[in-house]
């Protein structure tokens, strides 16, 4: 809502001292965020006002006139095609050497061989409206005629200051300079200045003109016009097309100014219908509120054709609708150059009504943004003498006798019950510093009047222009905003230690772990958008066998699809840093993917419970490395990532969760990948993460090195390694802080070296399978560590010598070397049993 | 002396002395410590030199036996102990020799590589950290929500102009994207119906969702949302709260203030500005000359809301407050492009 500062003096007492800016921060603090602005005349100071001395015909140029102006003491001439100039009049001028606002460059130049120094100005060359006939002539009574040849803005009294103001939803009353001047006035404790419009009116009654009636009450409680009769449609004056413009509406007419200016001034939406245009019944225009028929259509304003629904109010006169109610005329019955009688319609409609047609529609108008947010039943009768007021003023209207007005049954002021022990105790403010006297007063600026008491409660009651004003609350909230939120007190917070907020596991405290043990690692985490592509996401959502989820209404095809995966946008990240010159990036992120799930429909009217879901989400953490393990430095060389780096860092990650026992039985398993990832991952240089349970083992992971195919789609040079992680199927397993630990063992260990040659189908995983076997009975396996893996002379066709590590130590004693020297010897035999292993001296 | 010993005495007595003067000898030739070990094994040892003459000392007397024995006692003395001042002294020498080595110190160390937090999870991180010194359990909710649970409940029914200030993705006819995590809030509450006076305290962070996409706005971003409810809640202590929650997210010297506003499910609802973190209030870019910047929304619980859930308004009241957790990491760090956080460029990230 764009508001002129200089209207709102007019309308509010303000202080003279208070400068532009304390005013707008006073409106910023009372909620409505104002951004100050200049009027449009203060780019306008090389626009001139000067008077047209002489005018003379240009031979063989019957369309131009060589136009003398005179500018204080000094002449200049310019040509000029206008035809509505004549000696004397008053114009706009601007000289050589500037810019008109819409960019156009004003030079000296030659025009049917005579000199033209400059321009005379249309009001659409000046940004007033978009097109304009002839150049604009000033009102002699709207200047000082002595000052010719000073800028016209200030002459005229044009410059002014705007208030971009943002207007929150609840209060319709501000979408209008009365309803901010009253704000001020009650902010500021300031009176408002008497507004009170008067139109002269005619002999002849209203009732031989116009005959209006409203077929549905609750859709139109209020319906008020008024009859204006030979009115001249012309441009309208400079001041009116300046107050639009600087509001932000286009000057059109005067007739369809003066309604849009009384919208912008009273705040409550006007419609002028050609009264010429209206069917008649023994001569009276006849107006009708109903219901749209099924099958009508009505051609708007803007051109537009309307389809209407039964469900859509129209007023209409007998034979056609004329206008969508409360929120755009129609072409038909529109304002034109010939237009000498209008009906002017002010209206009160149902919010709700008008909410569901604007979105039935899609229209938004100015109209319509204040009929669905709720303007004032009341203040019909002043916005429509004010309009027809100007309307004698600016177009040589004769306004008939009278008004008419229906409205069968009076809309009631809300009473509202208001305890100020309610006040004190919900805002903690103290009654010595607002006390009862004070409220009262407050609470009258803002039109809030006192109707008695009951008990401790004092009653008011709330103007109808403050459909926001029903309860108690609502005056809490004036009331504070009135103190000012700066001016109430700050109390510390007593914090309930024994909240009943539902104990759950916290699932930011699993993510918590494992971001940390990532940065502990090298990588730094990503954090992308949920949205991409359909064709990025999809492959790895399908593979999993789960259902994509897609926004109905995307801002584009790229961000048209819910995330399944994390994967895919750490890629494409991967691509980009690669391209940048990261030589071994290191990225990952934990966060939400989603999936299509059953859900039951709800039954209308009941409410989603707190387990209900609409999809499943799923916390994943995935990661992805590339190029080398560890950094390069001067005197080492380091290798290149591989399976076993990423796996490495998966199982840092168990360890940090309380899922990754050492060398002991697992929890988590490690598998082949599964076939269904083959598209997406190396089969033979990836696996799958399960966790095992008695009742079964749930995948929880994949990890490894991505498919060819998916680095040539994502541009990737390098081989990539990446993981993701299942954290929700995890969460419940997962005991990251709180499990029991032993002391630490005294006892000095032993190490046992052995290297062994076996078939190469045979498994780290077997041979450590074997020791836990051997273990069984005395445990006294501390650790088994594979430190060598060799193939080559010395080494049979298809086997690989394994060299590994065993550290033994007894929980209870030292041992001796005899009974480590059994132990590796049986084991040893166990070995070659099993596993047809031989040992290498 | 030496005439009066007897002449097989006076013979050891020699012997003892040329041992003794060749093992001094062979003692200063010596370079390397392993050749005084060796020196050693070669003259004390169990069949070095000296023990060779000790054997010999049978032959003697049983007058002389003693005296040859102090002398050769004497001897192995005296050589064990240049053995242990050569030693002393190549120690010291190598030492010495050790500490006359230098290196490069200006080469680089060799580092693991760092990991970095992503921004937003820090501050995001942090804020809930404040949260939960201030005695706020933390409580996630799905972000993909029902719009009954998005809106409704929150009073914002089908058609609400207020619906209009957020621009909604979504799912299908009923279902969205959340706009803010205030369904959260519905979530706990609505688990405490027919509670007499529950108490409650919860920060709900997490991903929201709206259809923008500029410099300033990101169609999914981050909020951290507080609820506090219990049957004395008051608005001054949500000031209270939310001016040691500024002070802690950036400086002590913060200063707050408030401005009414409105959202639909608070009532009395207010704007949060604290004071330029950059120029501390004196105005400059960050705060576009204002010396203010804006932080988050907040209020107190709107009666509606609690009707809604089943907790009745008369008995309870609570405040709630949201705050975009980019906003916060932008002002912390002086990023003026949200898509920076977005864009996750390594080099960006680093400086974390």
Redesign the interface.
Known sequence: MRVSLKTLRRLVALPKSMIEEQIAQRLSVAGFETTIEQGMWADLDHVLLAKVAQLQEIPDHPKLQQCQLQLGKQHVQVVSAASNIKPGDLVAYVAPNTQLPSGQQIDTKTVGGVSSAGMLCSAADLGLCDSSQGVLLVAPQDVDTTLLGSPLGRTAGLLDTVFDIDVTPNRPDALGHVGIARELSACLQVPMLSNTPRCQEIQASIDTAVHVSVQQREHCPRFACRVIQDIVVQQSPLWLQTLLTDCGVRSINNVVDITNWVMLHRGHPLHAYDASCLSQDRQRAQLVVRMAQANETLQLLDNASLELSTEDLVVADAQQPLGLAGIMGGKASGISATTQSVVLEAAYFNPNTIRRMVQRHRLNTQASHRMERGCDPSVLPLVLDEAAHLLTQLANGRVLKGMMDLYPSKIQRAVISFRPSRFYQLSGIGKQQTDEPTILRLLGGLGVETIGRRGDAICFSAPTFRPDLTREVDLIEELMRLIGYDHVPTAPLVSYLQSESPTQHNPNLLSHYVRRCLVGQGFCEAVHSSLGSASQHDPFCHAAAATPLQLQNPLGEETKALRYSLLPALLDTTSQNLKRGIASPRLFEVGVGFASCEHTPLPPGSMPQPHHRWAQETTWAAAIMAGRATPQTFDRHSHPVDFYDIKGVITHILASLGLWQGWQEQAILFRPLPPQFAQLFHPGLAAALYHHSDSGDTQVGLFGQFHPQICEDYDLKKEIYGFELNLTALQPHAHASQHFVSPPNRYPTMQRDLAVVVPESVTAQQIVDLLQQHNQPNQWVQDIRFFDLYRGPNIAQNHKSLGLSICLRAPNRTLTDEEAATFMTTFITKLQETLKASVRS | MSEQQPPQLQQVSDQLQVVKQQAIEHLQACQSIDEVHQIRVRYLGKKGALSDILRGLGSLSSQDRPAAGKQANEVLQQIQGHIQQRLQAMKQELQQQNLQRQIDIS??G?????????P??QTQ?DI?QCLRR??F????G?????D??NFT?LNMPP????R??QDT????D??V?RTHTSPVQI??L???KN?QQ?????AS?G?V?R?D?DATH???FHQVEGL?V?P?V????????L?QLAQQLFTPSTRM??????F?FT?????VDVSCPRCSGDACSVCKGTGWLELMGAG?V??AVFE?VGIDSETT?GFAFGMGVERVAMLRHGVTDIRL???????F??QF
């Open positions: 080469l680089p060799r580092m693991l590589p760092r990991g970095h937090e992503h937003i999870v991180e809930l201030c005695g359990d933390v409580v996630q799905p972000e993909v929500e029902h009954f649970l409940a058609g609400h102009p207020a209009q200030m993705f979504y799912l299908s009923d279902v994207l979530r706990v609505s688990a405490l509670r529950p108490r409650v305290q919860i962070p991903r969702y259809r996409d990101s169609p999914v506090c219990g004395d008051t608005f001054a202590q949500l000031k209270g709260l001016a203030r408030t401005r009414s506003s409105y639909p009532e009395p609802s207010v704007e107190m709107d009666p809604t009241c956080f977005y864009s996750n460029d390594i080099e990230l680093q």
